[in-house]
């Protein structure tokens, strides 16, 4: 995880970014706080292990989050709906995870890049990915993930073990409704 703009450590400029970015909340559940480098760095751990660590990803995000990405659903809100988005996900691709490229944020707004690895169809596949997350008082209240989903959709349906993880992830979707 790198910031888009190198310069020293501990530069003028880096301690009025953290004194302006200070309350940050980095767990809903305590109440934590800190930086906006701080929750990247969270959620960086997160996607490193995204099916261990998805407690701890919903606990960065507020009760009310509203997720919004280029697959279905398109958009997806609370936090109950977002854990069985990534339930979801990581039933059908149960490698599923990210690495983070670079990151920049200020004020209310995060951006990450990352990009995402999986297995589909005894195939790994790679996209690339920016995630906007805007913080309300602090707390993550909508995440949207840019990116072209066609990579993904190409992958299930190269082949019929592709096409038959598709549908285990999509019926496990209904099933959650």
């Given amino acids: 995880m790198t910031d888009i703009i190198s ?11 953290n ?16 930086t906006l480098a701080a929750w990247a760095g969270c959620f960086a751990e997160v996607w490193d292990r995204p099916r261990e660590r998805l407690d701890r990803l919903l606990g ?9 990405a ?12 977002a854990r069985r988005g990534f339930e979801v996900a990581l039933h059908g691709m149960p490698d599923l995870r990210a690495d983070i490229q670079r990151w920049r944020g200020a004020g209310d707004t995060l951006f990450i890049e990352l990009t995402f690895r999986a297995t589909i169809g005894g195939h ?3 996209w690339n ?10 707390i993550a209240v909508e995440r949207v ?12 349906f190269r082949n019929f073990a592709a096409f ?14």
């Fill in 7 to 17: 310069r020293p450590k501990n530069s003028t400029i880096d301690r009025a970014e």
């Fill in 70 to 81: 280029p697959i279905r659903p398109p958009v997806s809100r609370g936090k109950q709906a």
């Fill in 124 to 126: 790994a596949i790679a």
């Fill in 164 to 177: 038959r993880q598709l549908r285990r992830m999509r019926t496990a979707g209904r099933e959650g409704r």
């Fill in 129 to 138: 990915n920016v995630d906007r997350i805007t913080f309300s008082g602090g």
């Fill in 19 to 34: 004194e302006r970015d200070r309350g940050v909340v980095l767990d809903v559940r305590t109440g934590e706080q800190g």
């Fill in 145 to 156: 993930a840019f990116f072209d989903p066609t990579i993904v959709r190409r992958a299930f």
């Fill in 60 to 68: 960065l995000l507020s009760d009310d989050i509203v997720l919004k």
